[in-house]
């Protein structure tokens, strides 16, 4: 085998990554990852083909060109496995409201909240939603992320579902970050169809068709709870989804715990997300089945509400992944570092815990983890150099964006935290 690198990393002071090819990782291994010191990864065609400690120079060939990272911490790209990237404007109309203490579901249920985003993504133009959307996706390259999962659900129909999942694709192609996307057409129940629940779950499934024919969504999710749509309604959508050959999220114990999360598990769920609210029962399912538990903290954090209770879920020996959630409602922030921030302070996650959940449980959440979300022979050469010295700095020294450079499939894409490179 040729083991001659297009390009070596070296001078790594630390490199931290999952340990190499474990799978899913779950309960106590969460605590356990892999740090090396004066480490170099070698790449070549976008592909990890080598990492190690001290000599390099078997993989130096005389076109290899040398990365220096000067002493400082190397971690793995990060994966942002839940996110509303694709909306249109902001709702800081609704902010003071939110401040006065009105419960995030009351201002859906008088037709604000999500119905307001839709209403603003469905005038919005193409052109207009890949401008604001790209702008979020620069902001998380700076941040780190390397892999993004974004969810349709600001149209609910078909028409503007579509615009929003086709627009998605185009950043797919166009900017580094890959995007893994996910068709959430039951996101909120249209106004006019309040009496008509089932002609719009009809309607969800029937778009769902030209999703798949055209190919623009990985996964289904919908939104479970109190006020927006039931269990039953759940399965009804995502037995649908997973017919047509689609993986399945879902929205679950959010707010009110109605029974998402034991379906997901039934239905072979890549992740339930949310579990402000989790119940016993929830955890046990998600004990018995390779779901990932997906927690968003900042969400927690935004709407001043419970936190998931990750501890207790650790030591059920769940496999738990963070992610940010950003959306225009709930969580605007694309600052993924500062997510990671919160799941230590608030979640009271380990350094390592958090380094698994927001790299390979995060990539298993969208059935990558064979591809990306570890630091290993054959992974994607994603890598974020950080000006730092050691990962639980990262966290610790919060609020603070200390990525100094980005490695996408092996391309310099961010240096010195500015976006050097576009595909
Ligand atoms: O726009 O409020 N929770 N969906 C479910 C969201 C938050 C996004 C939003
Ligand atoms: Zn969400």
């Known amino acids: 085998m040729n083991k001659i690198a297009d390009s070596i990393v070296i001078n790594i002071g630390s490199l931290v990554t999952p340990r190499p090819h ?10 356990d990852i892999l740090e090396l010191n004066d480490a170099f990864v070698a790449m ?5 083909l080598a990492v190690g400690t001290g000599d390099y120079t078997i993989h130096q060939g005389a076109d290899t060109k040398l990365i220096d990272a000067g002493g400082r911490l190397v971690g793995p790209g990060l994966v942002d496995s839940h996110t509303h990237l694709v909306h249109y404007g ?28 839709v209403k603003m993504t469905q005038d919005a133009s193409e052109r207009q939603l890949y401008r604001q959307s790209r702008h979020s996706l620069d902001i998380m390259l700076k941040h780190g992320v390397t892999t993004v999962e974004g969810k349709s659900g600001y149209g609910l129909f078909a ?36 009496d008509r629940r089932q002609k719009f ?5 029937e778009t769902m068709e030209t ?45 009110e715990a109605l029974g998402g999360v034991e379906l997901a598990c039934e239905l072979g769920a890549a992740s339930a997300d949310h579990l402000m609210v989790i119940t016993d029962s929830g955890i046990e399912a998600l004990k018995k089945h390779d779901t990932v538990a997906n927690i968003l903290p900042s969400t927690s954090f935004n709407l001043n509400s419970d936190y998931a ?79 730092a010295k050691n990962w639980p700095y990262v966290l610790y020294h919060f ?5 100094k450079d980005v490695i996408k499939k092996g391309r310099l894409v961010v240096e010195n935290q500015t976006i050097i490179e576009e595909v």
């Open 22 to 31: 474990v799978g899913l990782v779950r309960g106590k291994k969460m605590d």
């Open 44 to 48: 070549r065609n976008g592909i990890i």
């Open 90 to 117: 902001s709702r800081e109309h609704e902010f003071e409201k939110k401040l006065r203490g009105v419960p995030y579901l009351k201002i859906l249920e008088a037709g604000g909240g999500i119905l307001s985003s």
């Open 159 to 194: 028409e503007s579902e579509l615009k929003q999942l086709r627009v998605q694709k185009k950043l797919n192609e166009t900017h580094p970050v890959d995007i893994v996307s996910t068709y959430l057409g039951a996101h909120a129940l249209p106004v006019e169809y309040r």
């Open 201 to 205: 779950l009809d309607h969800v499934v």
């Open 211 to 255: 999703v798949k024919k055209e190919d623009l969504a990985a996964f289904v999710d919908i939104f479970c709870e109190k006020g927006v749509f039931t269990v039953e309604e759940s399965r009804f959508v995502l037995e649908s989804a997973k017919k047509l050959g689609f993986g399945l999220k879902i929205h679950a114990d959010e707010i």
């Open 309 to 387: 209770p990750a501890r207790k879920m650790i030591e059920a020996d769940l496999a738990v992944a963070v992610s940010s959630d950003y959306n225009p409602g709930s969580s605007p922030s694309e600052n993924f570092l500062f997510t990671l921030n919160i799941a230590a302070i608030h979640l009271k996650m380990s350094p390592a815990e958090i380094l698994n959940a927001a790299t390979i449980n995060a990539a298993h959440a969208l059935k990558k983890g064979t591809q990306i979300g570890a630091i290993a022979t054959g992974y994607d050469a994603d890598l974020v150099i950080y000006d």
């Open 399 to 403: 609020a603070i964006n200390h990525v």
